[in-house]
């Protein structure tokens, strides 16, 4: 307990009078500092009092409105007072507010002599990932004479959970698919434990099959079908380039493949479908987990997709340029340059013959030999290319050490089409392919500023996507911001275009 400024005064008072009483013997005045002292004196019994009653009956909330949030989320806090007992004393109540949560201003509020109960709420951001306790309220007490300050009430926890990308979009041409990312039917039936169909008895079924109550309550032997338990066999490739790095904090391209990919890695654990990750980098496969039980593989393929980071490159990165088919290509490197892959022997990739043939096409000087030269030039040139092409070279090594026929998941983006082409077209020879696309307009910071242009631009983009899903046994679907595509969608609708 501690005297106000009042309470001061008021004791500095009695203190003076009774130093005039002595020097001016005036017992009058002495007897006037001995009746400021005793009031003083009870005003202190009345405060312990009434504060030992309102501590007593005092009730004191902190609520936030979530408990679990993101980092950088916004929440209202609600700080809420009620006392049971009346007395004299003001009570001003400030917030344990974590020091890990932002607000503007403190949350506090204040319960005059005679008021029950009051409330406020602010909104608090909170910045920093992990588990924060709130403090104790802090209530001062006061009667204008004296003040004193304690900490009560219940302490709530917050826990705050590491950025994630925002609201994903995954489907086609603006359309969200509604299935879960990887799931999958048999397609025929057999022994299992998922009913395919109830059926009329055949001669060749077995007793075992027979539905003995479908055949009393139709009084002719019928029969269940099942459906046969199958594994699909399922290959994550996982592009983490520079140019996948295109994109705010935590809200990149790689950041939203990524999540897509857990989930379908997530899915292929619960259907204990065999699971299999190559992740490759600007300089070739940097990661690879062969196809295994994912009861095996899972926990490796998870922890290797979320360390992923974009790597970096020494040459420019690609960038989105709107071009013919408004779609990004990366820089030639110069030693792909025809003028001096021509003067190089073929590579070993190449058959003998066509070795041997390329190799007098190139000392031949004859008429025939200059008309051929240059196709077979450009063959060789798009051979060099295909071999040093990180993504082909990612999913020709982990299709070709794979057994069997696979489903192919390629998580990339738009920036480098012909390389995707040709990747694709070759992964979908071993079974079926899902190309997850993430669009360059739909990431770059700045992207949305002129959206009559990011719409042309995503035009070209989903012919692109379209072009991939006219092969056989393709999927392509497109990942993006959700708000971001509804933004670029909503302005298509209002000039009248139509993705």
Same mark, same amino acid.
């Given at each position: 307990?501690?005297?106000?400024?009042?309470?001061?005064?008021?004791?500095?008072?009695?203190? $003076?009078?009774?130093?005039?009483? $002595?020097?001016?013997?005036?017992?009058?005045?002495?007897?006037?500092?001995?009746?400021?002292?005793?009031?003083?004196?009870?005003?202190?019994?009345?405060?312990?009092?009434?504060?030992?009653?309102?501590?007593?009956?005092?009730?004191?909330?902190?609520?936030?409105?979530?408990?679990?949030?993101?980092?950088?989320?916004?929440?209202?806090?609600?700080?809420?007072?009620?006392?049971?007992?009346?007395?004299?004393?003001?009570?001003?109540?400030?917030?344990?507010?974590?020091?890990?949560?932002?607000?503007?201003?403190?949350?506090?509020?204040?319960?005059?002599?005679?008021?029950?109960?009051?409330?406020?709420?602010?909104?608090?951001?909170?910045?920093?990932?992990?588990?924060?306790?709130?403090?104790?309220?802090?209530?001062?007490?006061?009667?204008?004479?004296?003040?004193?300050?304690?900490?009560?009430?219940?302490?709530?926890?917050?826990?705050?959970?590491?950025?994630?990308?925002?609201?994903?979009?995954?489907?086609?041409?603006?359309?969200?698919?509604?299935?879960?990312?990887?799931?999958?039917?048999?397609?025929?039936?057999?022994? /299992?434990?998922?009913?395919?169909?109830?059926?009329?008895?055949?001669?060749?079924?077995?007793?075992?099959?027979?539905?003995?109550?479908?055949?009393?309550?139709?009084?002719?032997?019928?029969?269940?079908?099942?459906?046969?338990?199958?594994?699909?066999?399922?290959?994550?490739? $996982?592009?983490?380039?520079?140019?996948?790095?295109?994109?705010?904090?935590?809200?990149?391209?790689?950041?939203?493949?990524?999540?897509?990919?857990?989930?379908?890695?997530?899915?292929?654990?619960?259907?204990?479908?065999?699971?299999?990750?190559?992740?490759?980098?600007?300089?070739?496969?940097?990661?690879?987990?062969?196809?295994?039980?994912?009861?095996?593989?899972?926990?490796?393929?998870?922890?290797?997709?979320?360390?992923?980071?974009?790597?970096?490159?020494?040459?420019?990165?690609?960038?989105? $340029?709107?071009?013919?088919? /408004?779609?990004?290509?990366?820089?030639?490197?110069?030693?792909?340059?025809?003028?001096?892959?021509?003067?190089?022997?073929?590579?070993?990739?190449?058959?003998?013959?066509?070795?041997?043939?390329?190799?007098?096409?190139?000392?031949?000087?004859?008429?025939?030999?200059?008309?051929?030269?240059?196709?077979?030039?450009?063959?060789?040139?798009?051979?060099?290319?295909?071999?040093?092409?990180?993504?082909?070279?990612?999913?020709?090594?982990?299709?070709?050490?794979?057994?069997?026929?696979?489903?192919?998941?390629?998580?990339?983006?738009?920036?480098?089409?012909?390389?995707?082409?040709?990747?694709?077209?070759?992964?979908?020879?071993?079974?079926?392919?899902?190309?997850?696309?993430?669009?360059?307009?739909?990431?770059?910071?700045?992207?949305?500023?002129?959206?009559?242009?990011?719409?042309?631009?995503?035009?070209?983009?989903?012919?692109?996507?379209?072009?991939?899903?006219?092969?056989?046994?393709?999927?392509?679907?497109?990942?993006?911001?959700?708000?971001?595509?509804?933004?670029?969608?909503?302005?298509?609708?209002?000039?009248?275009?139509?993705?």
């Amino acid at each position: 307990m501690h005297p106000t400024r009042r309470g001061w005064t008021v004791a500095a008072l009695a203190v $003076v009078l009774a130093v005039l009483a $002595v020097v001016f013997a005036r017992p009058v005045v002495l007897g006037g500092a001995v009746l400021v002292g005793a009031w003083l004196l009870t005003q202190q019994y009345r405060f312990l009092r009434d504060l030992e009653q309102t501590t007593d009956t005092l009730s004191i909330v902190q609520s936030p409105a979530q408990t679990t949030v993101h980092t950088e989320s916004e929440i209202p806090v609600t700080l809420t007072a009620t006392r049971e007992t009346e007395t004299a004393l003001t009570l001003e109540i400030t917030a344990g507010l974590p020091v890990g949560a932002r607000t503007t201003e403190p949350i506090s509020v204040t319960l005059e002599p005679g008021t029950e109960r009051t409330d406020r709420t602010r909104t608090v951001t909170w910045p920093v990932a992990g588990r924060h306790a709130f403090d104790a309220a802090t209530v001062t007490a006061t009667d204008g004479l004296f003040r004193e300050t304690i900490t009560t009430g219940p302490t709530p926890t917050v826990t705050v959970e590491p950025p994630t990308p925002r609201t994903l979009h995954v489907g086609e041409g603006g359309d969200r698919i509604a299935a879960s990312y990887g799931t999958h039917g048999t397609e025929r039936s057999g022994s /299992g434990i998922e009913l395919a169909e109830l059926r009329e008895y055949v001669p060749g079924d077995t007793g075992k099959q027979i539905a003995w109550k479908a055949t009393a309550r139709y009084g002719t032997p019928y029969v269940r079908e099942y459906e046969a338990e199958t594994d699909r066999r399922t290959l994550l490739v $996982v592009d983490h380039r520079a140019a996948l790095g295109t994109g705010a904090r935590t809200e990149a391209k790689l950041d939203s493949l990524r999540e897509v990919a857990l989930s379908i890695a997530g899915t292929a654990r619960r259907l204990n479908d065999p699971l299999g990750l190559v992740t490759v980098g600007d300089g070739g496969i940097t990661g690879r987990t062969g196809l295994a039980s994912p009861a095996v593989t899972h926990g490796t393929i998870r922890r290797q997709l979320l360390d992923l980071e974009p790597t970096a490159t020494s040459e420019p990165p690609a960038t989105a $340029v709107s071009g013919r088919d /408004g779609l990004s290509s990366p820089p030639r490197p110069a030693d792909r340059s025809p003028s001096r892959i021509r003067g190089q022997k073929p590579n070993a990739a190449s058959p003998a013959d066509a070795q041997q043939s390329f190799g007098d096409l190139e000392k031949g000087d004859d008429a025939f030999s200059r008309t051929l030269r240059p196709f077979y030039a450009d063959r060789q040139v798009y051979r060099e290319q295909a071999s040093k092409d990180p993504l082909y070279d990612a999913v020709r090594t982990g299709v070709t050490n794979a057994q069997g026929r696979l489903w192919t998941v390629i998580c990339t983006d738009d920036s480098r089409p012909a390389e995707l082409r040709e990747t694709v077209s070759f992964a979908r020879r071993r079974g079926n392919v899902m190309v997850l696309l993430a669009p360059t307009v739909l990431y770059e910071p700045g992207g949305l500023a002129d959206i009559e242009r990011a719409y042309d631009r995503y035009v070209s983009f989903e012919e692109f996507r379209r072009e991939l899903a006219t092969f056989d046994n393709v999927t392509a679907l497109e990942v993006g911001p959700a708000d971001r595509l509804a933004a670029i969608l909503d302005a298509g609708r209002s000039t009248g275009g139509r993705a």
